[in-house]
């Protein structure tokens, strides 16, 4: 358990510097509304987020159940993550989202935020990808899968509170040059592990199963 939450700290903090409209509407509402108007918003955007993670295990459930026997359904996995890194990295667009704070309950903050990130089919895509990539490492454990993805989100907003703490000052710093950047970077990360997951995809069923069978042995030993 332990070796799943170490492994899902990275993660959270990665995706809490996704570069999207939500990254600019949350720097902008904390920046200009304050700390309270900026985790409203904040919380719209994790509940959106974990309506997506909840459709995309479901819905990969049985995809996760046969990888042990099909690794090649890895490709489908890595093909998402690949092509989702490529669209971050090929895209011109680097300016801030125009989107702006307007006044209103924290409810209505909240509410938008949920609605801001739900509306990005992306976002279901690519926690779709990352069930498939993680799921066959973690034995396709609820228990462990939950702990892994609740540290990743738990870490994910608490990374958001430093933002929302230093919105002002990170807003400064971003100049169109270093969100494209930063943009590239990020997209370049998600094309290696596509990339990486698609060649595993492709490897002979008998050298998997003998990888799966090692794992599993140095497993029962820990």
Not at 37 to 54: H, N, Q, R
Not at 117 to 122: D, K, L, P, V
Not at 183 to 203: Q, R, S
Request: glycine letters at 8%; charged letters at 15%.
């Amino acid at each position: 358990m332990i070796d799943d939450i170490q492994a899902a700290i990275p993660l959270g903090f990665l995706l809490s510097f996704m570069i999207g409209p939500v990254f600019f509407v949350l720097l902008e509402t904390s920046a200009t509304k304050g700390f309270r108007a900026g985790v409203s918003l904040d919380i719209g955007v994790i509940l959106a987020d974990i309506v997506f993670l909840m459709i995309a295990y479901f819905s990969s459930f049985q995809l996760l159940e046969n990888l042990s026997n099909q690794p090649g359904l890895f490709v489908f996995g890595g093909m998402i993550l690949l092509v989702y890194g490529i669209v971050l990295f090929v895209k011109k667009d680097g300016k801030k989202a125009s989107i702006r704070a307007k006044k209103g309950t924290y409810l209505t903050l909240m509410v938008k935020g949920f609605l801001l990130n739900f509306i990005n089919i992306g976002v279901l895509a690519f926690w779709l990808g990352l069930i498939i990539v993680v799921g066959p490492s973690l034995d396709n454990n609820p228990n462990r899968m939950m702990v892994f993805f609740s540290t990743v989100l738990i870490v994910y907003f608490s990374t958001d509170l430093v933002k929302i703490i230093l919105a002002k000052q990170l807003k400064k710093y971003l100049t169109q040059e270093r969100i494209v950047l930063i943009k590239k970077g990020l997209g370049i990360v998600l094309i290696i592990c596509g990339i990486v997951l698609i060649t595993k995809g492709f490897l002979p069923k008998d050298e998997f199963n003998i990888k799966k069978e090692i794992e599993r042995i140095e497993h029962m030993n820990q």
